[in-house]
Nanobody
Framework: QVHIVESGGGLVQPGGSLRLSCVVS????????MGWYRQAPGKQRELVAG???????YYGGSVNGRFTISRDNNKNTVYLQMNSLKPEDTAVYYC???????????????WGQGTQVTVSS
């Protein structure tokens, strides 16, 4: 079984910064991909940033240049540094992982419960 837990959300003023963390635990052989998604009220869940096992990164257009995703493979952890936050960044942020639990087993996708980010003055 795999568990994904996000942390670091909260209330921040426009222009401020937050750093989200996501820890993957449980039966893990390898993590092929980790990503951050967000969902605002009344909107569909959207990709914020992704980082495959090879380390290259990609971002949704609305956050490019303001957010930075990184991962620590030794800790099975992915981070999302969010700078220059805007009210439209307000959403629940979810961590997603594509995980191989055992050698030769199929890759599974797992989600965390989400962490709320609110950008408001």
């Amino acid at each position: 079984q795999v568990h994904i837990v996000e942390s670091g959300g909260g209330l921040v003023q426009p222009g401020g910064s937050l750093r989200l963390s996501c820890v993957v635990s449980g039966s893990i052989f390898s993590i092929e991909f980790m990503g951050w998604y967000r969902q605002a009220p009344g909107k569909q869940r959207e990709l914020v940033a992704g980082i495959p096992s090879g380390g290259s990164t990609y971002y949704g257009g609305s956050v490019n240049g303001r957010f930075t995703i990184s991962r620590d493979n030794n800790k099975n952890t992915v981070y999302l540094q969010m700078n220059s936050l805007k009210p439209e960044d307000t959403a629940v942020y979810y961590c997603n992982g594509a995980i191989t639990q055992y050698y030769g087993s199929p890759t599974i996708t797992s989600w965390g419960q989400g962490t709320q980010v609110t950008v408001s003055s």
